[in-house]
């Protein structure tokens, strides 16, 4: 059974266990600290890097937390527990361990998913230099999708109205419209931004300065939310064919690449995601990249979810008995309660580490 503490209830909470876990183990801890934003009770909001092994490893391992910040509890849990377990013993020569820590703090550290500017940090990742991706389905949806008032009539009419959209256009097209990313509404769902975001700024940094010599590297990406309750799925993106796609099937299996227990329909085409951004700044490496999914619940329990915090954000002051409801339930949608839950999500995240880090050592 393992120990649930590593769990945390606030972003400092989290923050304090896995730096102290990670200088219990003997990585070399690095800070980077927002210039000016502070959590709910003033701490400092940083991306924190452990580097566990050598620093000028050829082969690098990198795991990822909170790019959607409330989902950042589960990954933070992941990452302490496996430095607590003894994982850098476990560390093949040559070969280095770095955890990323909190990619989006802001949102860890507020329980929401976007950042400071209701931006999805997984769309920040474009040329904010070029015109931006265009999504007409968005702008279609935005107005169905953003309800002042929040309750069961009005939530039925979103649903409505993503029925029909999706009867009109076809699965693959909804998916991407709904959720592929957007850079026109600043108040909407899956909002790319319209500039570099800091977090983006922070990740790009750690990679550079901690990553960047690495002859092989590889990405795992936690987050919550698809797939089914007490499971993990895997979304790779590598090319059918690809060496990168062949090295997550030997790493860890068959169901790395084949989508299984994706409760996804058909894909969006998605655009700005980190871990396409982690080896774009890689480009002499052989890169591998993949995410990490904890099912929680039905697709459209967490699309509503996601709903939720939208109005949280921009109508929850308005309403603030409600406002605590919907926040425990979104909070409970990406950061299950359930003690089976988080015992489900720990020791599948050890073993999907551990198999990590002998693919790449191998």
Known sequence: MPDLSVFSESYAEARGKFIDAARGAGATVYEYRHPSLKGPAGEA????????????????????????????????????????????????????????????????AHQARGTEENVDLNRNFVDH??????????????????PAEWNEASIAAIFRGLDDYRQKVGEKAFSTAFNGGQYSHPDGIYFGGQREQWANYAFREAVAKHVAHAKRAAIIDFHTG????????????????????????????ERAVNLAGVTHKALADYRGVLIDAFAAALPKA??????????????????????????????????????????????????PTDPAWRTAALEQSQEILDRGIAGIGA
């Not at 230099?129 to 953003?146: D, Q, S």
């Not at 499971?231 to 796609?245: D, K, N, T, V």
């Not at 039905?298 to 921009?314: D, F, I, M, P, T």
């Open 45 to 108: 909001l940083c991306l924190d890097v452990a580097v566990a092994g050598p620093e000028n490893a050829e082969r690098m391992l990198v795991a990822g937390s909170g790019t959607h910040g409330i989902e950042g509890y589960p990954g933070s849990a992941a990452q302490t527990a496996w430095l607590l377990g003894g994982g850098t013993q476990r560390l093949p020569k040559r070969t280095a361990m770095v955890f990323l820590h909190a990619h989006n703090p802001w949102g860890f």
């Open 129 to 146: 230099a070029k015109p931006y991706p265009p999504n007409p389905g968005y702008a279609e949806l935005h107005p169905i999708l953003t």
């Open 226 to 253: 698809i797939g089914p309750w007490r499971e993990h799925i895997y979304l790779c993106f590598h090319p059918q064919g690809s060496p990168a796609r062949e090295r997550a099937r030997a790493w860890w299996g």
């Open 286 to 335: 052989d890169v591998t990249a993949i995410v990490v999914e904890f099912g929680t619940l039905k697709r459209e329990e967490v699309q509503r979810a996601n709903l939720s915090g939208r109005w949280l954000r921009y109508h929850g002051a308005q309403n603030p008995a409600l406002a605590r409801k919907v926040h425990t339930d979104f909070c409970e949608a990406f950061y």
